[in-house]
């Protein structure tokens, strides 16, 4: 058995759940409402607030995605009860974030400023040199605070200006540690 998959998931107070045909998994909570395809050759139960993921046999598929399906529920339940959050800090001279209706507005550098839309379900905040990326699908904060390196189309906060590793400048998540590199040196 998977270790993860056996685990039961607690369905807390004021959170629904109903699963439709084919595995269709709708979790309602305080803060809104998922909706998921998992898939359909998992066996889910609910008895007495207990969300339950069984697997049908022990094919490398089937293991491989009892796992998987556990926790998309169980980030779904989490999602809808406390939601998610990441933070990112803006690091640099002249490097400002600022937040401007539904729009960020990031000062990075270049010879114009960045600005960026809320996708629909997620929020920002900025707070002095950090800005705060939140909602309640885990998968959508952590994607739009990403660091994809595409730089000139991509939507992503992070990587507009990935942190350098001379002066470290750039945005980084408020967890992460800049290695930093030496200079060069003049020859004597």
Partial sequence: MSRIGKMPIAIPAGVTVDIAENNKVTVKGPKGELARQLAPEMELTIED???TVKRPNDLKRNRALHGLTRTLIHNMVIGVTD???KTL????VGYRAAKQGKKLVLNLGYSHPVEMEDPEGLT???QDNKIIVS???KEKVGQYAAEIREKQYAAEIRE???PEPYKGKGIKYDYEVIRRKVG???KK
């Fill in 49 to 51: 607030g207990v969300l």
């Fill in 83 to 85: 939601g998610y959050k």
């Fill in 89 to 92: 800090e803006v690091n640099g």
């Fill in 124 to 126: 920002t905040e900025v």
């Fill in 135 to 137: 909602g309640i699908d």
């Fill in 160 to 162: 507009k200006r990935a």
């Fill in 184 to 186: 060069k040196t003049g």
